[in-house]
């Protein structure tokens, strides 16, 4: 418990007076991109509209008592929402009128998990998944959220299946587009999106939808065929726990919970750093754990849905120059508001209008420019080294993306991050042993350095790497076949060898026996770290020597 002792609303002590003016305004901005866009992701979790707005009150005021951040904004997000629609959908293919108490109970159990898993002081599970398998899963989860919103966007049938089948299902029914619709649909994306691009500070999804409640009251869209909302109940949502869920069911979740932890962590915790680094505070990321979970539990008690930290929405906070997360309670009073008197204005949205403005917040996901960036990570030194695997982190996002389209949202992600540790380990396995010849002082790559100079009868190596069990025979094959019969003598440089286990040790011994049966002497030189304590704790017969410097190995 020492985790949450002394930081209940950590991000308003010293408050001054002075904060309140931007804290207020920017509170009032992104209430005006918060109440749309929660809308929208309640349609992408399956729930009813309102339900995107149940969840965001209890995640804004419970984050803001229990997390790190000053800025971070919680609430529904694209990923989790799309996440909870993979999960609850296949638990309650029997009984579709389950769907929205399931929705809660994943809520419930995920703030659980998160809980647990901060108390437990878990933080550093988000350092497991990597920068690019994250990039690629995001790119594979908002192209499947964008095929799944064009067939609102233009009034025709949803098909079902993976990202590809829904656009083949989209190529069959084009001919069924409802043209006002469309009309509708591309009007609004166009209208989101030049406003985000040109004038950012302006809530365009907020003035998208009331453009496109007035068309709809106006024009009578709906007598056309173009779908609304419908009717929101308003007020606040029902307390507790969800009815109709057993036991049994909350832990079903159990596992799809702690994916859904992992992913909302890792995107809070990003936007929670960037704006933490340039305000100057540190960010706690057990205590963010602990923050989400309780954002989930509120959620879920309150016939929400699950929430995580927007980098949009975060963003929208710090550029309209929030000091503290009393910026975050103004938008859990304002929804509220919303909640009470303002639901009945959303009962003529246009299902194409919150379509558009759900590809619009995340057409911007879809970065294929850092996806070659990855890709360019090559060189033909790296490719002489490491070979097909010089390319990992591309691997990786490819796999995390293709297994998100074809499989699925939390299955892509697990192929990701299995990719990554198999590339990883075969690399790991296959360290660069680099004979050395001397440039000057230095000992460098003679295969970079061709004006170096070798050593008569002598092989100078290094392993760049630290050598244990999963690398020690690749070291032991590699060296091995470097002695020629002119060998008289190797020397292994350990400089660039930060550690050593018992597996390694013994292969030395190994080697040296080898060799010497062949009249030639293995020295080590410039141990670093605990490599020669290794090295004298197994080697009691003192047969492997170490020196200070290459030279001196060279001269003995």
């Known amino acids: 418990m020492s985790v949450l002792r002394g930081h209940l609303f950590g991000s308003l002590s010293g408050y001054r007076?002075?904060?309140?003016?931007?804290?207020?305004?920017?509170?009032?901005?992104?209430?005006?991109?918060?109440?749309?866009?929660?809308?929208?992701?309640?349609?992408?979790?399956?729930?009813?509209?309102?339900?995107?707005?149940?969840?965001?009150?209890?995640?804004?005021?419970?984050?803001?008592?229990f997390g790190s951040s000053r800025h971070l904004i919680v609430g529904p997000m694209s990923a989790t929402a799309?996440?909870?629609?993979?999960?609850?959908?296949p638990a309650v293919a029997g009984n579709p009128g389950a769907y929205v108490a399931m929705t809660a109970a994943l809520a419930i159990v995920t703030g659980l998990v998160g809980i647990l898993a901060g108390l437990a002081r878990l933080g550093f599970i988000a350092s497991f998944i990597s920068a690019p398998v994250l990039k690629g899963f995001i790119v594979g989860l908002a192209l499947t959220i964008i095929i799944g919103q064009v067939p609102k966007l233009l009034g025709i049938e949803k098909g079902d299946g993976d990202f590809f089948a829904q656009a083949w299902s989209v190529l069959g029914h084009l001919g069924d587009t409802n043209?006002?619709?469309?009309?509708?649909?591309?009007?609004?994306?166009?209208?989101?999106?030049?406003l985000k691009r040109w004038l950012p500070l302006v809530p365009g999804a907020l003035l998208a939808v009331a453009a496109g409640v007035l068309a709809v009251r106006v024009l009578g869209l709906d007598e056309h065929g173009v779908k609304i909302v419908g009717h929101i109940d308003p007020g606040l949502p029902d307390l507790g726990l969800p009815a109709g869920v057993g036991f049994s069911d909350y832990l079903s979740l159990v596992v799809p919970a702690a994916g859904v932890v992992i992913i909302g962590f890792a995107e809070g915790l990003g936007a929670a750093?960037?704006?933490?680094?340039?305000?100057?505070?540190?960010?706690?990321?057990?205590?963010?754990?602990?923050?989400?979970?309780s954002a989930?539990?509120?959620a879920g008690l309150c016939s929400g849905m699950v929430v995580n930290g927007s980098l949009s929405k975060t963003a929208v906070n710090g550029g309209a120059g929030a000091r503290t997360q009393v910026s975050g309670l103004v938008v859990a009073a304002l929804t509220v508001l919303t909640l009470l008197f303002l639901t009945g204005l959303f009962e003529s949205l246009p299902e194409a209008t919150l379509a558009a403005v759900v590809i619009a917040a995340v057409i911007e996901l879809v970065d294929f420019g850092s996806l070659r960036r990855l890709y360019g990570v090559w060189t033909s030194r790296l490719a002489r080294i490491y070979g097909h695997a010089t390319r990992i982190d591309f691997i990786a996002a490819m796999a995390a993306m293709f297994g998100v389209l074809v499989f699925d949202t939390l299955p892509g992600l697990l192929i990701g991050i299995a990719a990554s540790l198999t590339v990883l380990l075969y690399r790991v396995s296959k360290p660069h042993v680099a004979r050395l010849g001397r440039v000057g002082e230095r000992w460098v790559d003679v295969a970079n350095y061709p004006e170096a100079q070798v050593v008569d009868g002598a092989l100078v190596v290094r392993v760049e790497a630290g050598i244990f069990f999963a690398d020690s025979d690749a070291v032991r094959e590699d060296l091995v076949a470097m002695v020629d019969d002119d060998t008289r003598l190797v020397v292994l440089d350990a400089e660039s060898s930060p550690f050593i286990d018992v597996s390694a040790v013994q292969m030395l011994l190994e080697v040296r026996d080898e060799l010497s049966r062949s009249a030639i002497d293995l020295r080590i030189a410039r141990d670093v770290a605990q490599f020669g304590d290794v090295v004298a704790a197994v080697d009691d017969s003192g047969d492997l020597q170490i020196f200070d410097s290459i030279t001196e190995a060279l001269e003995a």
């Open 296 to 298: 989930n539990l509120g």
């Open 82 to 89: 799309a996440l909870s629609a993979a999960i609850v959908g």
């Open 273 to 293: 750093k960037t704006y933490a680094a340039k305000e100057g505070y540190p960010i706690d990321s057990n205590r963010e754990l602990i923050g989400l979970g």
């Open 17 to 65: 007076p002075a904060f309140l003016r931007p804290d207020l305004i920017a509170g009032l901005t992104v209430w005006a991109v918060l109440i749309p866009e929660s809308l929208a992701y309640a349609s992408i979790a399956g729930v009813p509209a309102v339900v995107g707005l149940y969840a965001a009150v209890p995640a804004l005021l419970l984050y803001a008592a």
């Open 179 to 194: 043209v006002p619709s469309m009309v509708v649909g591309l009007l609004t994306l166009a209208g989101v999106l030049v």
